[in-house]
C-alpha cells in the first residue's frame, strides 16, 4: 500500500468517514479508464448501421458497486472531476453527498455529486473522494431498486390491489403495455417510449415476483435464460462459427432452436409450430407464411404472388354465400401477407400505420364537416370525397 493511501486512509478512519470491512477502494486512474471499444472487422454495430452516430462502449459491468462506500485515490493530477462526475451520474443521484480528503495537510471537503465537475481543488498532492453507500430507496437508476419496489408491493404490508392480483389478471395488462410500447415506436416518440418499455419491463419484474414467492421461478433466472439463450444463438457472435450473410444467421437460429427443444425431449410436428396462438391474426399470417417459406413452401417468382392476390380477390368478388365470403376474405388477407413477407413488408407494422393515417383524414374530414354546419351522415359523397382528398393531401405533405 502507497504512503500516500495509508496517510489518506488514516485521515478519513480519523474522521469517521470510512468503515473498512464494508468499503471498496479504487485508484481513480484505474476507474476512469474508459472501456475499450472493440474495432469492427465484420459487422459495423447498430448506430452506425442505421446512420445515427457512432458507437460509444457502455461500463460493463458498472466498476462500483453502489450499495457499499467507496473510496477513491490518487494523485491529486489523476483527478478529472468532470468525468468522474459523468461517472458518479450514471447511477448516483445528483444530490449526493460526497467528501473529498486531501494530502499532506489532511484537509477535508465536503460537497454533492452535482458540484463535483465544477469543484476547484485546492492545493493537494494526493487526495480521496469518499462516495457513501447509496441506500436502495435512492438507487433509482438501478433494477435493485425496481426488484426493492416490487417485492414491496407483493409483500407484507404491500399493496392490497396488487397482492390479488394473479399472472392471468394481469395477462391483458401485459399486452396492453407491449401495444403502447409500439405505438409509441410508430410515432417515433424516444421519450414515451423510454416510459413504455418502462411498463412492459413492470409486467416481466412483476410477474417474476409472483413466480418467486410461489416457488417456480425468479427474476435472475429470467434474466439468466434470455441471456444464455441468445449466446447460444449466436455462435457467429460468442463463437466460432463464420456466417457470409442475415439469411445464414436465420437459417442457424432455427437449427439452434430445434437443439434447443431435443435437449428438452421435444420436438416440433410441423415447420408452422411455435406461432404463439395469441399472436394478432395478420402478424401471425405473415409468421406462418415465413415459416413455410423458410421450409421450401414457396413461389418462385414475385409475380406469381401477385397473381394468387389476384385469384383470390377474384373468388372473393364471385362468392355469394356469408360463409364463402368470409372464408375468401381470409384467403385473400393471407395472400396479402405471403405478398408482404415477398416486399420485405412487415404487414402488422404496415397496417398500423394505414389505420393511424385512416384516423388522422378521417378527423380532417370531420373537421371539414364540423365547419359546414353540418354532421357526416347528412353530407353527400362528392363533398366527403372532396374533403377526404384534401385531408389526404394535408397529411402527406406534413
Not at 142 to 147: A, Q, S, V
Not at 364 to 389: D, F, I, K, P
Request: aromatic content about 6%.
Amino acid at each position: 500500500m502507497s504512503a500516500a493511501l495509508t496517510a489518506l486512509l488514516n485521515a478519513a478512519l480519523a474522521r469517521g468517514l470510512i468503515a473498512p470491512a464494508a468499503m471498496q477502494v479504487w485508484a481513480v486512474e484505474r476507474l476512469l479508464q474508459p472501456p475499450v471499444a472493440p474495432v469492427a472487422t465484420k459487422v459495423a454495430p447498430w448506430v452506425e448501421q442505421q446512420g445515427v452516430g457512432s458507437y460509444h462502449p457502455p461500463r460493463v459491468p458498472y466498476p462500483l458497486a453502489p450499495h457499499a462506500l467507496a473510496l477513491l485515490w490518487g494523485e491529486a493530477a489523476a483527478f478529472d472531476l468532470p468525468a468522474l462526475a459523468s461517472l458518479l451520474l450514471e447511477r448516483y443521484p445528483p444530490h449526493h453527498p460526497l467528501t473529498l480528503v486531501l494530502e499532506p495537510d489532511e484537509r477535508v471537503v465536503p460537497l454533492v455529486l452535482a458540484e463535483l465537475a465544477t469543484t476547484v481543488l485546492p492545493p493537494a498532492s494526493a487526495l480521496a473522494l469518499i462516495v457513501p453507500a447509496l441506500a436502495i430507496e435512492d438507487d433509482r437508476r438501478g433494477l435493485d431498486r425496481l426488484r426493492w419496489v416490487i417485492t414491496r408491493l407483493l409483500g407484507p404490508d404491500g399493496c392490497p390491489w396488487d397482492v390479488r392480483q394473479t399472472h392471468q389478471t394481469l395477462r391483458n395488462a401485459l399486452l396492453e403495455e407491449v401495444y403502447e410500447a409500439l405505438e409509441a415506436l410508430d410515432a417515433g416518440d424516444m421519450a414515451l417510449l423510454r416510459e413504455e418499455l418502462g411498463d412492459v419491463l413492470l409486467q416481466v419484474a412483476v410477474h417474476s415476483e409472483m413466480a418467486r414467492q410461489a416457488g417456480h421461478f425468479s427474476l435472475e433466472d429470467v434474466v439468466q435464460h434470455i441471456a444464455d439463450k441468445l449466446v447460444f444463438r449466436h455462435p457467429h457472435v460468442f463463437g466460432t462459427t463464420d456466417v457470409a450473410d442475415a439469411g445464414q444467421v436465420l437459417r442457424n437460429w432455427d437449427s439452434l432452436k430445434a437443439q434447443e427443444l431435443a435437449a428438452k425431449g421435444k420436438t416440433r410436428a410441423s415447420a408452422l409450430d411455435g406461432v404463439p396462438a395469441a399472436l394478432p391474426a395478420l402478424a401471425a399470417a405473415q409468421a406462418l407464411a415465413r415459416k413455410a417459406i423458410r421450409a421450401g413452401f414457396t413461389w418462385e417468382t414475385i409475380d406469381q404472388v401477385w397473381a394468387k392476390v389476384a385469384e383470390e380477390l377474384a373468388e372473393l368478388r364471385e362468392a355469394s354465400e356469408p360463409a364463402a365470403q368470409m372464408a375468401e376474405t381470409g384467403d385473400l388477407l393471407f395472400a396479402i401477407a405471403t405478398l408482404a413477407h415477398w416486399l420485405h413488408i412487415d404487414a402488422e407494422t404496415a397496417l398500423r400505420e394505414a389505420n393511424a393515417r385512416y384516423k388522422r383524414r378521417f378527423q380532417v374530414v370531420e373537421q371539414m364537416a364540423a365547419e359546414s354546419g353540418r354532421e357526416l351522415r347528412n353530407c353527400t359523397l362528392a363533398e366527403m370525397m372532396a374533403w377526404w382528398a384534401a385531408a389526404k393531401a394535408r397529411s402527406d405533405g406534413q
